[in-house]
């Protein structure tokens, strides 16, 4: 895959990733956000003659997977071109908003700030999008806006799902809200809103999916998200049965008795492990405790941009799978059309 975006925006350059290196260019920069990739840094002693990168990205069960533990804030600095981290944490945490003035510098735009454009969350993969110019920023920020009311989709996911969202293809609908359970944050649904209930924060949210591959029970998903909501495309997924794969937080929800498949009630299930069929953990080639922390399967794949002028068609900004998810679609026999 190919970043096809390197062009000018409103007298402003992008940055563009084409046959595997990144292109750096002034105000619009685009970076790779591998999975897992958390708050926290601390600093560990590393065994002589392994590399930066090896240190920074070595994960034997699963290819591409940065492990923050490794990572001090130095080593953040070097490998945010490639990869990101959640923008928001904690104060004192090791943030990406926290290192966006170090990375500007590192970027040499001397006193121009890098703002987050567009980023998806702390646990997927895929694009993250910064500027340093305020009205280009803005400017995207508008054009998002204005295709989000006009439901047009700016943003593509891929997901791998345990189970296959039938009918094949469609929209999901549900009315979501924030609940703290059990010292946690939580999306769970609610059922008929009220005008109260929308004034207090309860969000109706849609998104569009389409099956794109099945293979040993399990789906390769186009979703695209029509609004904005904390791990609005997880708890969808999980409204149809079909959890994405290494969703340790939602999947619980769905519960299986003589091979059919319901939902328990969101306030009353508590996050854990994803459990999945011993024979699907085989044709993972996985182990029942690497199967513990799989990945979550969802990546942001595509973002569209506006063209040049406002009568040129959009542009398309790509970030290829990182090598954990490919391998899962080549062991699953999930092949892209």
């Not at 904690?90 to 003035?101: A, C, F, M, N, R």
């Not at 609940?179 to 969000?203: M, N, Q, T």
């Not at 949210?205 to 794109?212: K, W």
């Not at 079909?242 to 519960?255: F, M, N, T």
């Amino acid at each position: 895959m190919r970043t096809v975006l390197a062009r000018k925006m409103g007298g402003c350059r992008v940055l563009g990733r084409v046959l595997g290196s990144w292109r750096r260019r002034p105000e619009i920069h685009a970076a790779r956000k591998a999975a897992g990739f958390g708050t926290e840094a601390r600093h560990q002693q590393q065994p002589r003659g392994s590399s930066k990168r090896s240190r920074l990205l070595e994960n034997q069960s699963f290819p591409g997977l940065l492990q923050p533990e490794n990572l001090s804030r130095e080593q953040l600095i070097d490998v945010l071109r490639a990869s990101v981290l959640d923008q928001k944490g904690k104060p004192g945490e090791l943030t990406l908003l926290s290192v966006l003035p170090e990375l500007s510098q590192s970027l040499g735009l001397e006193e121009k700030e890098l703002q987050v454009v567009r980023a998806s969350g702390k646990e997927t993969s895929g694009l993250v999008l910064l500027s340093s110019c305020p009205q280009t920023a803005s400017r995207l920020q508008k054009f998002f806006t204005y295709s989000q009311r006009a439901q047009r989709p700016i943003a593509t996911y891929w997901a791998v799902t345990d189970g296959i969202p039938v009918p094949s293809e469609g929209k999901i609908q549900a009315a979501l809200k924030l609940e703290h359970i059990e010292g946690v944050d939580l999306v769970v649904p609610v059922k008929s809103p009220s005008r109260k209930d929308i004034l207090e924060g309860v969000k109706r949210t849609l998104s569009y999916y389409r099956v794109v591959a099945t293979g040993s029970g399990c789906a390769l998903v186009q979703l695209q998200p029509l609004t904005a909501f904390p791990s609005q495309l997880q708890v969808h997924m999980v409204l149809q049965l079909c959890p994405v794969l290494g969703d340790h937080k939602y999947s619980a929800r769905v519960s299986t008795v003589l091979g059919q498949r319901f939902l328990l009630p969101a306030e009353s299930t508590t996050s854990q492990r994803q459990v999945l069929d011993e024979a699907l953990i085989r044709r993972l080639h996985l182990t029942p405790s690497q199967a513990a922390q799989l990945p979550l399967h969802l990546h942001l794949h595509c973002l569209h941009l506006p063209g040049a002028r406002p009568k040129d068609t959009s542009s398309e900004l790509l970030a290829p799978l990182p090598p954990y998810f490919s391998r899962t679609l080549q062991y699953l026999g999930l092949h892209q059309q």
